[in-house]
């Protein structure tokens, strides 16, 4: 199944999965990377994301950008 089709991700816009909203622990797998890794992070301001409520999110796109921006 593709992931466009799952009902438990979130996309800003549509389904592109481009703009899929990730949470911290998805992120992480994302990026294999440790979860408290990516909210320390997060909260220095390192890498993009936003904080809701008490949880951070991570936009794909956004953390796409960013680690091509960081591997040049």
């Known amino acids: 199944m ?3 089709k799952d009902p438990t991700r ?3 816009g549509g389904n592109n999965q481009s ?3 990730m949470t911290s622990v998805e ?3 994302y ?9 320390r992070l997060a909260k ?3 890498i993009p994301a936003r904080k ?4 951070w999110r991570f ?3 956004v953390l796409d950008s960013w680690l091509a921006e960081a591997l040049v």
């Not at 990026?31 to 909210?39: A, E, G, Q, R």
């Not at 809701?52 to 949880?55: D, I």
Request: proline residues 0%; aromatic residues 4%; charged residues 25%.
């Open 2 to 4: 593709s992931d466009h």
């Open 31 to 39: 990026l294999k990377m440790h979860v408290k890794t990516i909210c």
């Open 10 to 12: 979130i996309y800003i």
């Open 52 to 55: 809701v409520g008490s949880e």
């Open 27 to 29: 992120a992480a797998q």
């Open 59 to 61: 936009l794909r796109s």
């Open 19 to 21: 703009a899929e909203v």
């Open 44 to 46: 220095e301001g390192k």
